[in-house]
Structures are given as C-alpha cells and as structure tokens.
C-alpha cells in the first residue's frame, strides 16, 4: 500500500544555483547532500513537514536527468510514493497493469530502495516508489 507522497524530484541543471533558490523559498537549507553513483547524479534534499523535495543534477551527459533536461528543460522529474512493502507494491501495480522501468527496487538516495513506472502507464508522469531501507542489528 502507497502511505505518503515521499517526495517530488527536480531536475536542475545546476545543484547549487538550485539550492541557493529554493533556501530562499522555503526559507531552509537543505538537510543532506548525496552521490547516487548508479544514477549519475547528484542529490540535494529539503524537508518541509513530512514531504522532501529532491533536487537532482546529472553528473554524466548520458544520465537519465542530463538526458530529461535536454528534451524538457528544468522542472518536475518524478513523484514519489513512500511504501512499507516496495516488493508487494510492485506485484500489485503490475497485476493491474502498471509499467515498470526495470522489474526490480534498486537503492536509491537518502536511504531507500527504488523502483519506477514507466510514465506510459501513469498519464505521462513518472512515478517513484520507495521503501527506508531497514538497518541490521
């Protein structure tokens, strides 16, 4: 079951320009920072109540955000839902005929596992779903 919009992600060209205006905006810095590697991109997140707004830079020309830019410009990559169960949602949303990316939640930034539907499925946007990575004892 989805059980919160987690966050809205922004593609920027530049990270610190963006940051510098959405301080101004939400009258906040930023709480963390963070390399997603595996997405070529570099994260910032603000936190306003329960909800995070991600701002995301492309660290290669060939990463899905350097590539979004360049069709769309700036603005409002993705929307996430947070869920407590990101392997049972899969299987729910795809039993009713939801598009994944890829068949499979990956780690993503701020501690969480990811995983996306295809926009095709979703009326044109992309949708995030993720689960907080439980830590070990």
């Known amino acids: 079951m989805l059980t919160n ?4 992600g922004i593609a920027v060209k530049n990270r610190h320009d963006a940051e510098s205006l959405y301080a101004k905006l939400l ?19 603000f936190k306003i109540n329960d ?6 830079q492309a660290t290669e020309e060939d990463s899905a955000i350097a590539k979004f830019i360049e069709k ?13 169960d ?14 994944l990316l890829k068949g499979f939640p990956k780690q ?6 990811v995983a996306f539907l295809h926009p095709k499925s979703t009326s044109g946007v992309l949708v995030e779903l993720c689960m907080e990575i439980k830590k070990q004892n």
């Open 27 to 45: 009258d906040r810095l930023p709480y963390k920072q963070e390399a997603v590697a595996s997405e070529k991109v570099i994260t910032s997140f």
């Open 5 to 8: 919009i987690e966050h809205i």
């Open 108 to 113: 993503g930034a701020d501690n969480k596992m």
């Open 72 to 84: 769309r410009g700036e603005g409002i990559h993705h929307i996430a839902f947070e869920t407590d």
């Open 86 to 99: 990101i392997e049972a949602e899969i299987m729910r949303l795809v039993k009713d005929g939801f598009e």
């Open 51 to 56: 909800t995070k707004i991600e701002l995301l």
